[in-house]
């Protein structure tokens, strides 16, 4: 029990009335339990004051956190929605449109560019809040979108991933993007372009399977989970209790699977870092 979210904040309340406390002013850390006040939680890059865990957060948040206000949000296609016209307990029409209402976008990846000091990158960013963070075909379309925009300008594509995998409701349609999105990030390889994949808490599925791990340099925020199955499911295969931390970064750091463990308060200083040791190539 949380005593300043069962007991004080209550009080508080029945004394001055609910409307001059309103609820949006709290985040609850989801590791310690601590109430943090958002104005403090958001100077503080989203992550925890007492426990230092690093909270899930919007992709403009993390575009923002990247560029400051200083970047141009690119068009991607829209493509059709719905093409299997899935339906479970309710229509993923319904679903896709409910959250692009929420989210005043069309799906789970925004593509834009900006500069880092005096280099230009163009950055992709999933967003978990976005059914997930999924990627379907709108999310494949998006990525190449990205790729085709860092070949022509000649500048690095960063992909910050935060996904529970490819998207069910548009079934074998979104299990082809993995192949058609490794192509892409192959084709910066031929070209010099570097690609530098972020990777965030969760990075899961058929997106941890595909393009996140084939940066020229895997970047991984701390304490992000990373993996392709979740680790009960794992458990319940093999019969044997996996080790501790089992799919966290500083995990598959010691393991050889990332190259850096960032805390997100560093990120863009080691964003900046990475890409000026690219730089030579790209003249």
């Known amino acids: 029990m949380n005593w300043l979210t069962n007991f004080v904040r209550p009080k508080l309340q029945a004394i001055v009335g609910k409307k001059e406390i309103p609820d949006n002013l709290w985040e609850t850390c989801p590791n310690c339990n601590q109430m943090l006040l958002k104005r403090i939680l958001q100077k503080n890059f989203y992550v925890c004051t007492s426990c230092d865990h690093h909270l899930r957060i919007f992709a403009k948040d993390r575009i923002e956190l990247i560029f400051g206000g200083n970047y141009e949000i690119i ?7 719905d093409p299997l016209k899935f339906k479970d307990k309710k229509k993923y029409s319904d679903r896709l449109k409910s959250s692009q209402k929420k989210h005043n976008r069309h799906d789970s990846l925004i593509v834009a560019t900006g500069l880092i000091e005096d280099k230009r990158i163009v950055i992709a960013v999933f967003d978990f809040n976005f059914m997930g963070g999924s990627m379907g075909m709108a999310a494949g379309e998006s990525i190449l979108e990205a790729v085709s925009f860092a070949k022509k300008n000649k500048c690095p594509l960063v992909i910050i991933c935060s996904s529970g995998g490819a998207r069910m409701q548009e079934g074998i349609l979104a299990l082809m993007q993995m192949p058609r999105t490794i192509i892409g990030i192959n084709s910066l390889a031929k070209n010099k372009i570097p ?33 392709f199955a979740g680790s009960r499911v794992i458990e319940e295969t093999i019969k044997e209790k996996l080790p501790q931390n089992f799919q966290k970064s500083e995990y598959l750091l010691d393991k050889g699977m990332v190259d850096l463990v960032v805390h997100r308060k560093d990120l863009k200083k080691t964003l900046f870092r990475v890409v000026s040791l690219f730089s030579s190539n790209l003249k």
């Open 75 to 81: 068009k991607t296609p829209e493509i059709k929605s």
């Open 195 to 227: 690609y530098i994949s972020i990777l965030t808490d969760p990075t899961t599925g058929g997106v941890s399977a595909s393009f996140a791990m084939l940066g020229d340099i895997v970047i991984a925020e701390k304490g992000a989970i990373i993996g």
